[in-house]
């Protein structure tokens, strides 16, 4: 992202959260406007997928620590700071973006130069999306000129996210790239192609190619982190009784689990290392018990429920909510 939308676009207006919004929230908050504006769930919709690339580009930002406080301070600054001549009403100039963004550092004499150095803290030139990585523009006053980003998107299928697959995507010119997806990217996800951009006009680096990802849901899987979640429905004898109940994984195959007897629903069986795999490491499998109720019974299975519930313990399992209640 180039640093003129740092200025003026409100991320957290996008998002519709407060500046104060922990971590947690803001995912959570995310998920839910992902599902509502994902291209998949509205095929056609040119306004839709705008508003998707809208909230993931702001996710995207305030998710990382990093890249949210910068944004904060650049925020802060207001957009007329950087184009106030010293002396304008209440302005330094540049002197007033170094003050606030530097942290007390003394502003740069060396003119543009040293301007753009100021931001350019690892090397690369100024924008995208935080200062230090370069989108193409000065990388230096005078310098040669980083070629233009190029930006590309593609959907993935949920196995593909989560053990990775080189794929091939159709560029600008119809030429076909490959792109190593790795395994676990999530759902808005961005990779950079370095130098593979348009070419610099004078001699320059070339930019980058930067494709963003959108996940398909998974009918039965979803992520959590690094872990995979699902829900596991089993019968009331299994809960009740105890059982030995087998459970899909993604990808591979089925693991068996052990219901113990009295088994509510909403528990979580934990399968150790059979979540997404990357190179940080693994998750796991999190399976959610839910108990089945059974919608038609003949007679005789009817009976026998009937003659359960006299002989069942007369305790209320609403007593202790209804004390809570008062």
């Given amino acids: 992202m180039a640093s003129q939308d740092w200025f003026d676009k409100d991320f957290y207006k ?103 150095t100021m931001f350019d803290e690892q090397g690369g030139g100024f924008g995208s999306g935080r200062f230090g990585q370069t989108t193409g523009g000065f990388r230096g006053f005078g310098g040669p000129q980083k070629g233009a ?84 429905p089993v019968t009331f004898t299994e809960a009740a009784l105890g059982a030995t109940i087998e459970v899909p994984t993604l990808g591979g195959d089925p693991v068996r689990l052990r219901v113990a007897p009295g088994t509510p629903s909403g528990r979580v069986l934990r399968v150790k290392g059979r979540g997404i795999e990357t190179a940080k490491g693994s998750g796991d499998l999190l399976a959610e018990v839910q108990v089945a109720v059974p919608t038609h019974l003949d007679d005789a299975a009817r009976e026998a429920l009937e003659r359960f519930h006299e002989l069942e313990p007369k305790e209320n399992p609403r007593a202790d909510l209804m004390a809570k209640a008062r």
């Fill in 149 to 232: 980003d190029v930006t590309a998107r593609t959907t993935l299928d949920f196995v593909t996210a989560a053990k990775g697959e080189t794929i091939t995507l159709a560029g600008e010119d119809n030429v076909p790239f490959k792109v190593k997806i790795p395994a676990g990217v999530s759902d808005g996800q961005k990779i950079r192609l370095r130098g593979r951009g348009r070419k610099s006009p004078d001699g320059g680096e070339s930019g980058d190619i930067v494709v963003t990802v959108a996940v398909r849901p998974h009918p039965v899987f979803t992520r959590d982190g690094l872990n995979l979640r699902l829900t596991v």
């Fill in 14 to 116: 996008v998002l519709g959260v407060d500046k104060s919004v922990s971590a947690a929230d803001l995912k959570k908050t995310y998920r839910k406007l992902a599902r509502q504006y994902h291209p998949d769930s509205n095929p056609g919709d040119a306004k839709a997928e705008a508003k998707f690339k809208e909230i993931s580009e702001a996710y995207s930002v305030l998710n990382d620590p990093e890249q949210r406080e910068e944004y904060d301070q650049i925020r802060a600054m207001g957009s007329g700071a950087r184009f106030s001549a010293p002396g304008a009403g209440g302005g330094g100039g540049f002197d007033d973006v170094f003050s606030r963004f530097g942290q007390g550092r003394q502003a740069p004499s060396g003119g543009f130069d040293d301007f753009f």
